[in-house]
């Protein structure tokens, strides 16, 4: 494909390489980072995940002798020879990716003739992904090999042995391994061999595979089906520095609103009104909190999106209002899908202004969803987008707090969209290849954008179909899951691939969409989900009713407790967010991320971390009151419960009766605590908790806190606050300093005081600025009210 390599051409941190056949432009992006690219199919264009590109690349050294073109980073030494074969290694020398140059070839599916034709007509689905393909990659495997990332795809957590396949779909049978595909398209994968890290970022939104050692164990591989080559190689050595590395290109989530993290409940039909009204009474009448109602595709007038059915909703505003007093927000879904149907406004204005993708001859495409015959808005041209924005006013004016994008994979009832369906492309006509895996991406920016300009605050937009950088403007859900312990436990590796595929604000439907859920799964779900960073149970119609109250009272009470957790929890959420925001590292993370230099942790598929501090490992077995627990080696660990210590790097049991979801906080932990409320801004929270774990002895342990107004976007201008706590146990293991200090001053309000909870301690003495203050001391732990400064704990 690309012949002998000729020579090259260097404009400062661009380098074009000249092959027989074809040239590859290597631009070094930072010292760690290099993207590849060759104009297979088109001349350049736009990356649609990637839009604020920031070089700083370093010194670079490049030189080209006998054959062999090499480039030198700060970090990185890239050799090209002939063919555009490709090595990189760090600086030990070590190579940490190699072109594969073998002729390893794919293993044999056995059976053929009529035996084919009888299994495809018993349903069996055959590949023949591999006959598409246009160009692929093999890069060398060693066996000693681990891979992560992909965005959201079904099975394990280390990705090693699989063949998965980028093409955003939507098939509500039961998710598992088997399936290639689901809802995003998130091409980014993380290898991690001998404790070195390093990603490829492959920007193509045509059909993309990975097979991952599945099809020979000698190499993995990249292949599209279209499309120019252009692929981001990013180095770490670190899991955690691959991740930030990949979110400076796509993008990291902004800070949502704070009441977005209280618990949400969701079902496919809570109408009419009486039916939401009920619902919401009950949350508030059994005091379990909830911030948001979501209303499903029946609040809309013949799913035509952008309206309501007055018969059900007579007066939207009226009841959005009357929530709104009793603390909800509500949220609507949204479809992609208009309906056709002259009269209808949104119809009339998208086929008036030629905002609807077309067939090859430029009539509007109909295929049919919800409303029946239905075309799909070209959200890949920018007037569209901005219509679309323009509309999300109808739903926010009305007092609609946030905008759930769904079927916009996009889903179809007749058939999927023929691959010659035309789109606009900001002006480079475009086929349904290319712009079918970045469809939802696109919607979910413009509905961003609209909510920000209709409401001025951070929007909050809630996606099932991505692209890689579609965190910029969305969160996600991972769509129509079932009410199966198989999906309980998928959860888990779903969720923290998709954190560290840069999609942090993610959950799944707690309790399950399909089938009918039980009482145990529930209370075991509502344990995961209180720990996931978007926290919403959503069922689907005809489905048994699963509200924290539709079981028995055992049930009723395990939702109470795990809901209230997660509100005491908010502000460390909110800290987590934050820093997410600069560093795009996940909150929902497997224990690898922090724990990279104990490969017991490469692969736990059933244990994840909640930040830095928090280690969950919920019981996702029916049945099961104990489970095995993992905790890493280099932290001690205490029980949330018991406080019963444990050194890290071993197994342990755990009894977990249902209502115990076993928690683990790593030592030297500050977390900061809320009072439980219905729903966030209920109480004025004046006093902020410190739940201290305390740190070895002789050792320190810190923590930076947030806070700002929860919803504007002031903080961009400094309207925040910032707190350090810092706790230190002396040598002796008799004294502990903690101090409490605000380091940045930008927000109006703060806090009266910090309520001090000295875990597993039986303090003597407390001062603060060395004056004696009094204090509380209890079964196992100490409790000391203090507006700020240094303390002095003798213990
Ligand atoms: C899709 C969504 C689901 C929703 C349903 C009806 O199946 O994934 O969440 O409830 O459509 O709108």
């Known amino acids: 494909m690309f012949g002998e390599l000729i020579g090259y051409a260097r404009n400062q941190n661009r380098i074009t390489v000249e092959f027989e056949k074809n040239k590859v432009i290597i ?26 590109l920031e070089e700083a690349p370093g010194v670079l050294i490049v030189d080209f002798s006998e054959g062999v073109l090499t480039i030198r980073t700060e970090q990185l030494t890239v050799k090209v020879t002939n063919e555009f074969e490709v090595t990189i290694s760090g600086h030990s020398g070590a190579i940490l990716s190699e072109d594969y140059r073998g002729t390893g070839t794919a293993f044999i599916r056995r059976g053929a003739g009529e035996g084919i034709a009888m299994a495809a007509e018993e349903g069996h689905k055959l590949s023949s992904a591999e006959e598409k393909i246009s160009y692929k990659l093999k890069k060398k495997l060693n066996p000693n090999t681990f891979f992560y990332g992909l965005g959201e795809k079904t099975g394990h957590l280390n990705k090693k042995g699989y063949h998965y396949r980028m093409w955003n779909t939507d098939d509500p049978s039961p998710h598992v391994e088997s399936f290639e595909t689901l809802y995003k398209s998130i091409p980014f994968l993380i290898a991690l061999k001998d404790n070195q890290a390093f990603g490829y970022f492959f920007d193509t939104t045509f059909e993309s595979q990975f097979d991952l050692g599945k099809e020979n164990s000698e190499y993995y591989s990249f292949a599209a089906v279209g499309g120019n080559l252009d692929y981001f190689f990013i180095y770490g050595p670190s899991v955690k520095e691959v991740v930030t590395g990949y979110t400076k290109l ?8 704070l009441w977005t993290l209280g618990y949400q409940q969701s079902r496919w039909a809570y109408a009419p009104e009486a039916r939401l009204n009920e619902v919401a009474d009950t949350f508030r009448k059994k005091a379990i909190p909830c911030d948001v109602l979501h209303l499903d595709i029946d609040y809309m007038d013949g799913y035509r999106v952008f309206t309501w059915d007055r018969k059900k909703f007579p007066n939207p505003e009226e009841l959005l209002k009357k929530l709104k007093t009793q603390g909800f927000k509500v949220v609507t879904i949204i479809d992609p899908g208009v309906k056709k149907d002259r009269g209808y406004s949104i119809y009339d204005q998208g086929l008036a202004n030629h905002y609807f993708a077309t067939d090859k001859d430029g009539i509007p495409y109909v295929n049919q969803v919800w409303p029946g015959d239905a075309l799909f808005p070209d959200f890949s041209n920018e007037n569209v987008r901005n219509w679309w924005a323009d509309n999300q006013k109808i739903m926010t004016n009305l007092g609609v707090s946030g905008i759930w994008n769904d079927m916009n994979e996009p889903a179809s009832f007749k058939g999927p969209l023929p691959d010659d369906v035309q789109f606009n492309n900001d002006g480079i006509q475009t086929d349904h290849r290319e712009i079918h895996n970045v ?37 996600v859900w991972t769509g129509d899951n079932q009410s199966l312990w198989e999906h309980l436990r998928m959860a888990l590796p779903i969720l923290m691939n998709l954190g560290l595929s840069g999609v942090t604000f993610c959950g799944t439907d707690v309790g399950g969409f399909g089938f009918d859920c ?23 119609i005809f489905t048994r009713d699963q509200e924290p109250w539709a079981f028995d009272e055992q049930t009723e009470s395990i939702n109470r407790k795990y809901i209230n957790l997660r509100y005491q929890l908010l502000p460390y959420l909110y800290d987590l967010l934050h820093d997410e925001e600069i560093s795009g590292l996940p909150i929902m993370r497997p224990l690898l991320l922090d724990y990279q230099n104990d490969p017991k942790t490469y692969e736990i598929n059933d244990q994840f971390l909640c930040g830095e501090a928090i280690l969950v490992a919920p019981v996702v077995e029916q049945g099961a009151k104990k489970r095995l627990v993992y905790l890493p080696k280099g932290s001690r660990w205490i029980d949330f419960w018991t406080k019963e210590s444990h050194q890290g790097g071993q197994y342990i049991v755990k009894t977990a009766p249902l209502d115990v979801c076993p928690i683990y906080v790593k030592a030297a932990s500050f977390i900061p605590l809320y009072p439980v409320q219905n729903y966030v801004g209920e109480k004025a929270v004046n006093q902020l908790t410190l739940d201290l774990y305390l740190p070895e002895k002789g050792e320190a342990g810190s923590y930076i806190h947030y806070q700002d107004d929860g919803e504007s976007f002031d903080y961009r201008k400094g309207s925040y606050n910032l707190y350090e706590f810092t706790a230190h146990l002396d040598a002796s293991n008799k004294e502990l300093h903690v101090s409490l200090s605000r380091t940045h001053n930008g927000y109006e309000k703060s806090y009266d005081s910090f309520i001090l909870i000295l875990n597993n301690t039986e303090a003597q003495s407390v001062s603060l ?26 213990l």
């Open 27 to 52: 631009t070094v992006i930072t010292p760690s980072i290099i993207n590849f690219f060759a104009a297979l199919a088109s001349e350049r264009r736009p990356s649609k995940a990637i839009e604020h």
């Open 250 to 257: 796509t993008g990291t989530t902004p800070l949502p609103q």
């Open 439 to 475: 469809y939802g991406h696109y919607m979910a920016k413009a509905t961003y954008e609209g909510i920000k300009r209709a409401t001025g605050k951070r929007p909050f937009v809630i996606t099932r179909a991505c692209y890689a950088g579609t965190q910029k403007y969305s969160t």
């Open 518 to 540: 039980t009482s145990e799964l529930l209370s075991r779900w509502v344990q995961v989900g209180a720990f996931t960073p978007l926290f919403r149970n959503h069922s689907s």
């Open 769 to 794: 600025n060395d004056a004696p203050i009094p204090f509380e001391v209890t079964k196992d732990h100490t409790v000391v009210t203090a507006e700020g400064g240094e303390l002095h704990i003798k």
